[in-house]
């Protein structure tokens, strides 16, 4: 199976890893469009989190993740306007919330199924909407899913960073 056949989801493993809270209280919401914040953001671990290891990503919310200074580094070059970078800060470790902007319709709305609540229940993709580079979202799943195009997920594997798992979405069966 070639890996261009397949999507992949970006998963942060928050069991196994330190996740943020905003400082100051409330929430950054990453709805798939850019948002004005005043930067950098400090936060702390979430209080559940205490003993856990800083992973090369973590979470702030839903619909984003955080990556580790070296990972940004890497990443930035690669995502082209697919992602939204705000610097976060906590203590003395400099790290980046990802907030995915690039909405794409690429679902194939008769081969996927959609659950009860008007979300996801299976996405099948048109493989030729996919783009080729960067993170995207999808409207049809509240924008909460952070999916990979085949480019990215390639960069992420030789990367290895700590903290996620990359979850297979659905074949091209258009």
Known sequence: ????DVIYSLEVEYDSCKTFIPKHGGSIRCKGIPIEIEQPVAIEPDEEDTGLPLCDVSMVNTGSFVVSNDL?????????????FIDLQWESVRLWLCN?????????????????????????????????????KIK?????????????????????PS????????????
């Open 1 to 4: 199976m070639a890996h261009s």
């Open 72 to 84: 940004y580094e890497y990443l930035q070059p690669l995502v082209g306007d697919t992602v939204q």
């Open 100 to 136: 995915v902007v690039s909405v794409v319709d690429c679902l194939d709305q008769q081969k996927s199924e959609m659950n009860p609540f008007g979300g996801v229940g299976r996405a099948v993709f048109d493989m030729s909407k996919v783009p080729e580079l960067g993170f995207f």
């Open 163 to 174: 903290g996620v798992e990359f979850e297979v979405i659905d074949l091209n069966r258009c």
């Open 140 to 160: 049809e799943d509240n924008y909460t899913g952070i999916y990979l195009s085949p480019a990215i997920y390639e960069a992420l594997i030789a990367y290895e």
